[in-house]
């Protein structure tokens, strides 16, 4: 089994669901993004250029889906956070399932994609 697949089975059932929607979304949505395995989570490449992150906070409760190119994007931004210094990455933070809006997640991604 590939790494970023443990990495999302190996979640607690509430980060795990999260996950799960969120790379089904990403899939949908961006199908030519690979699923990979760098430093140490799931991160998403479009072209051999990272596109988008997630990451379980079991500390901070929360699954980040955090974008690469995120202070870029100009949408959105109230749903967007960039916190510990970030100069780069935006996310869309989620704590349960209940709390993703499909649309916003759908056009982060699709304002995303333009920049690649």
Known sequence: MKPQDLYILNQPEKYRDILFHVVAVVEQV????TLEYKWKIPFFYL???PFCYLNASHKKQFVDVAFMKGFELKKNQ???VADNGRSIVKSLRYSNLEEIDNEILISV???AL???
């Open 78 to 80: 109230q749903h967007l």
């Open 47 to 49: 072209d051999k250029k």
């Open 109 to 111: 991604l699709k304002e």
């Open 114 to 116: 333009l920049f690649y």
């Open 30 to 33: 961006v199908p030519e993004a």
